[in-house]
């Protein structure tokens, strides 16, 4: 399994992102990205229904840095992901947002399912 794939299975199947919000992410169409996890897919249940190994494999990663966020409720500011399911790790508010000037980390579906409201 490619890193591609490995990332599409996690932004459409653990995050539970819709496939044109998973594409932006990753930045490729969302065609694109329909095939790279359909590809996936197939190769996450030939792994388990006929007990192949997975292997995940690819070139050098550049990890997106963590983005300031702000919790609306206690105003404390944090660097670094949403803590899920928690939401705000000072005061475990679910409705948190970024901090001043940066853009929503949580695309619509996930927000709506994690009890995030737009900011």
Do not use: H
């Not at 199947?13 to 329909?34: K, N």
């Not at 006929?50 to 404390?76: D, S, T």
């Not at 695309?107 to 737009?118: E, L, P, V």
């Amino acid at each position: 399994m490619t890193l591609d794939e490995f990332e599409a299975i996690r932004l459409a199947d653990l995050e539970g992102l819709y496939q044109d919000q998973a594409a932006e992410r990753m930045r490729v169409s969302r065609p694109t990205f329909g095939r790279i996890v359909e590809v996936a897919r197939r190769k996450v249940a030939e792994a388990i229904i006929l007990g192949k190994a997975l292997k995940i494999e690819g070139g050098p990663v550049q990890v997106e840095p963590n983005r300031p966020l702000r919790c609306p409720a206690c105003k404390n500011e944090w660097d670094g992901p949403i803590n899920l399911p928690v939401g705000c790790p000072y005061c475990r508010q679910a409705e948190i947002g970024p901090a001043q000037g940066e853009s929503s980390p949580c695309g619509g579906g996930r927000r709506r399912r994690m009890g995030c409201k737009k900011t």
